[in-house]
């Protein structure tokens, strides 16, 4: 499987998880009057395995995903409801919150 960047972003009370693609980084895309923007200064941290950015996620409570290898792994483990993912152009986002 191919490797995504993963960030972490991290607060006294949040852990904010952001992954993408590693193909999708830098890339904005439109539809309609949406525009999805993979801005290297929010989504580049580490390029990893996706297993590690799964892990990652598990523990986050917020999750911003990008991307059909990201998304899809998120869904095949149970961590995102499929139901949640919009399409822009073709690409899946999708963004979790932990209550």
């Known amino acids: 499987m191919p490797d995504v960047y993963l960030r972490v972003f991290n607060d006294p009370s949040h852990k904010l998880v952001a992954i993408c693609d590693s193909a999708l980084i830098g890339r904005t895309f ?4 949406v525009k999805l923007d ?13 297993d590690k950015a799964m ?13 059909d290898v990201s998304v899809g792994a998120a869904i095949d483990r149970g961590l ?3 139901a949640a993912i919009i399409k822009v152009n ?3 986002h999708v963004q ?4």
Request: proline residues 5%; hydrophobic residues 40%; without cysteine.
């Open 38 to 50: 993979v801005k290297v200064e929010f989504y580049r941290g580490s390029l990893t395995s996706v």
């Open 55 to 67: 892990e990652a996620l598990q523990s986050a409570d917020i999750g911003n995903l990008v991307g």
């Open 80 to 82: 995102v409801d499929p």
């Open 90 to 92: 073709g690409v899946p």
């Open 30 to 33: 439109r539809e309609g009057k």
């Open 96 to 99: 979790i919150v932990k209550m």
